[in-house]
């Protein structure tokens, strides 16, 4: 056949384009069905190194499989697969959560329900959790308040304040302090009771406050970490704090 050179050159680089494209999409799709076989009839560890390929990757053709290795019996499969349902950040997938989070009885498990809320970042997910900062286990309060952290819906924000004020674990209260200030950075108090954090005698609590003032980057807190930054014993925990304070000066 007959072409003419810009026309011939035309047709070459489609031939290209489609080969190059076939031989690069190829390995990926039979990688993905690889992924796919193993979270439907692989073994535990194969299906939990799947299930956290696909929230990792956010690769959401996976979201139905997801959905119904919410339902496994194994526990450590569940908890797994409701972290990686959230970081899909498909909206279907809070009604799918949130269903889940009223039925199962295991703690770990609607432990990690909470958290793939959190994950997903839609503010529905908020009225969802919000119950659990009033429950009696505080492992539960805490995460909550940390997937509240991600969330960051305005409609929360009264809720998440009356914990502060009730709350009586250290840990809990400086999460949901972050919290509060991730939806109004413009509180007084509260920007005063994180910094007071800066200087707790428990290492967890100092730590979630570095990485509040991380992320927050409230100038008002600059003295404060300074001052951490100085009577920090701990050189990591250090670093925390002027890492935090690096980031708050800069922003």
């Known amino acids: 056949m007959?072409?003419?050179?810009?026309?011939?050159?035309?047709?070459?680089?489609?031939?290209?384009?489609a080969w190059s494209s076939?031989?690069?999409?190829s390995p990926r799709e039979?990688?993905?069905?690889?992924?796919?076989?193993?979270?439907?009839?692989?073994?535990?560890?194969?299906?939990?190194?799947?299930?956290?390929?696909?929230?990792?990757s956010r690769e959401k053709s996976c979201y139905y499989i997801l959905v119904k290795a919410l339902k496994d019996k194994d526990p450590d499969i569940r908890a797994e697969t409701a972290g990686a349902l959230g970081m899909?950040?498909?909206?279907?997938?809070?009604?799918?959560?949130?269903?889940?989070?009223?039925?199962?009885?295991?703690?770990?498990?609607?432990?990690?329900i909470i958290q793939g809320i959190g994950y997903s970042g839609f503010h529905v997910g908020a009225s969802i959790i919000l119950p659990y900062l009033q429950d009696s286990e505080v492992k539960l309060r805490l995460v909550t308040g940390r997937a509240l952290a991600k969330i960051k819906a305005p409609d929360s924000l009264s809720t998440i304040n009356n914990a502060i004020?009730?709350?009586?674990d250290d840990l809990v209260r400086v999460t949901c302090i972050y919290a509060s200030l991730?939806?109004?950075?413009?509180?007084?108090?509260?920007?005063?009771?994180?910094?007071?954090?800066?200087?707790?005698?428990?290492?967890?609590?100092?730590?979630?406050?570095?990485?509040?003032?991380?992320?927050?980057?409230?100038?008002?807190l600059l003295a404060r970490l300074a001052t951490a930054i100085e009577i920090e014993e701990l050189p990591w925990?250090?670093?925390?704090?002027?890492?935090?304070?690096?980031?708050?000066?800069?922003?």
Request: include cysteine.
């Open 22 to 25: 076939a031989i690069s999409s």
């Open 182 to 220: 991730g939806i109004n950075v413009n509180h007084p108090e509260n920007i005063v009771r994180l910094s007071e954090y800066f200087f707790d005698d428990s290492v967890s609590v100092r730590y979630q406050a570095a990485r509040a003032a991380q992320d927050l980057k409230i100038k008002e």
């Open 237 to 251: 925990l250090k670093n925390e704090f002027r890492l935090a304070y690096k980031l708050t000066s800069n922003d």
């Open 88 to 112: 899909l950040r498909i909206l279907e997938s809070i009604a799918v959560l949130e269903g889940a989070l009223k039925s199962e009885k295991e703690l770990n498990v609607k432990l990690a």
């Open 165 to 168: 004020e009730t709350e009586k």
């Open 30 to 56: 039979g990688h993905l069905a690889k992924i796919k076989e193993d979270m439907l009839v692989g073994t535990k560890e194969e299906k939990i190194k799947a299930i956290q390929y696909c929230g990792f």
């Open 2 to 17: 007959y072409f003419k050179p810009m026309k011939q050159i035309f047709y070459v680089m489609i031939l290209l384009t």
